[in-house]
């Protein structure tokens, strides 16, 4: 018997017996399925559950078409969103290419393929799928749920928006953060000043919404001694304050017009001119701005500068709303329990079951900033240890069917990950009264809790 290990699982979604015969030989180093439609190709997924999967557009019953393929891929990814889809083809090539990265593919082979050049993207998304895999783990593990220091997130997309922000952060171009209110714009901004090489300077923010039009100005650029009635003094502006740092701008699209026009020539100069003042001050910051409005609908439509949009949006960033980011509700929920409880409420150590099933429900139209406020008012309202829906003024998610699982297996595993996630936060992560509540012994449960990669909160394990 041979103590080798199993190869991994490569998927062919490929009609032409020709072609999955050759890539077939090919691929030794896989254990190579073939799959000639979508039907088989999705049973064969849920069989086998590939790493990776090479998928052909033109698939039948529309073999000279692309909608087959689109179907067969959407529905691998929301049956195993960490698959690695690979599409090949030869229809429009890269209209094709564009759409399927666009619907979620890893990357694209157009046809006629070269064996050689399809191989390396393979084993490239083998290694990426590895590394992401054990990346999981570690973080499930280890709590190691932040990005940029301070963000919790285990959602790609706002992974992906933490990497970009480092990359850009040792240079000195304008960022642009979009997003929905109570996005966490600030955040990030406050993320890239802190990975900045302008770290030890000042982050100055201003919320340019929340000060009346007239005083604005007076805000950003200061004023001169006598320069309007009641200025009894020099005062520095938050540009001049930002010397060194950083200055975000926080709803920059209700900055009015006429002020866009002096904060474009700064943006453009680096010069300022405080009011009633006549002399240039230089001023060395970096500037970031958010807004959760379209600005570049309201530069077509004359309403936002169109230059200045251009000057302040050397490079956007668009954050997701927190009910677009699968499992980082109940991420920052728990994050922020910890952070607050001291203060609030003491007693109170985790979520009950019914609390973090409803967190994961609920559509967070208020987004973070809601959550954070339902979070300190469940502290307020709790009467135990544990935090229940009712706490949070949520509803108990139930009577809609879940979609059915990958396979039998993670439907167990499933299964049980919640079962031992209720257990630990009715049993305030004690070993001995988690494995009594489950009904099995202590060494089970050590076993179980590796296996599935599950965390126990911040050291706080007992094992009485």
């Known amino acids: 018997m041979s103590d080798a290990p199993p190869r991994p699982a490569l998927l062919v979604v490929e009609d032409d017996s020709g072609l999955a015969r050759q890539l077939r030989w090919a691929y030794e180093a896989y254990e190579v399925i073939v799959a000639p439609d979508r039907a088989v190709a999705i049973e064969a997924l849920r069989l086998h559950e590939p790493a990776v999967v090479t998928l052909d557009l033109g698939l039948p019953p529309d073999p000279d078409g692309v909608s087959e393929g689109f179907a067969a ?135 340019c919404a929340a000060i009346p039009e007239p005083l604005l100005e007076a805000e950003l650029f200061g004023h001169e001694k006598g320069a309007f009635t009641g200025a009894i003094r020099s005062v520095e502006g938050r540009i001049e304050q930002a010397e060194g740092g950083t200055l975000f701008l926080d709803e920059i699209g209700d900055v009015p017009l006429a002020l866009q026009v002096k904060l474009l020539r700064f943006c453009q100069e680096r010069v300022i001119e405080r009011i009633g003042g006549r002399k240039p001050i230089p001023v060395d910051t970096r500037i970031v701005c958010a807004t959760h409005r379209d600005l570049e609908t309201m530069a077509a439509e004359g309403r ?53 099933q409803a967190i994961a429900a609920w559509g967070w139209p208020g987004n973070v900033r809601e959550l954070e406020n339902r979070i300190k008012r469940a502290l307020v309202m709790a009467e135990g240890k544990a935090i229940t829906a009712a706490d949070l003024d949520l509803p108990t998610p139930g009577g809609a069917a879940d979609p059915l699982p990958l396979n039998l297996r993670a439907a167990r595993e499933a299964a049980d990950r919640h079962a031992i996630a209720a257990a630990l936060a009715q049993a305030q992560n004690n070993i001995s009264a988690t494995a009594r509540l489950l009904g099995i012994s202590r060494p089970t449960l050590y076993d179980l809790l590796k296996a599935y990669g599950i965390g126990v909160g911040e050291g706080a394990l007992s094992a009485r």
């Open 304 to 356: 936002f500068r169109e230059d200045l949009w251009y000057r302040l949006a050397e490079l956007v960033v668009k954050l997701p709303p927190l009910a677009e980011r699968p499992g980082d509700a109940v991420l920052l929920a728990r994050h922020m329990l910890r952070r607050h409880a001291g203060a609030v409420n003491p007693q109170v150590k985790a979520f009950a079951a019914d609390a973090e």
């Open 73 to 207: 891929l959407a529905e691998m990814l929301s049956l195993k969103p960490d698959v690695k889809v690979i599409v090949a083809s030869g229809h429009e090539a890269r209209e094709s290419a564009l759409e399927a990265i666009a619907r979620g593919a890893w990357d694209f082979c157009a046809k006629p393929i070269d064996i050689d050049t399809l191989g390396h993207i393979v084993a490239r998304a083998f290694h990426v799928h590895a590394l992401e895999a054990e990346n999981a783990r570690l973080a499930a593990l280890t709590g190691g749920d932040t990005v940029l220091g301070a963000i919790v997130t285990a959602d790609p997309a706002m992974q992906k928006v933490a990497r970009t922000i480092e990359r850009v952060a040792q240079t000195d171009i304008s960022v642009m953060i979009l997003g929905a209110s109570g996005a966490g714009k600030e955040l990030v901004a406050r993320g890239l000043h802190a990975t900045s090489r302008r770290a030890k300077g000042p982050f100055v923010a201003i919320n």
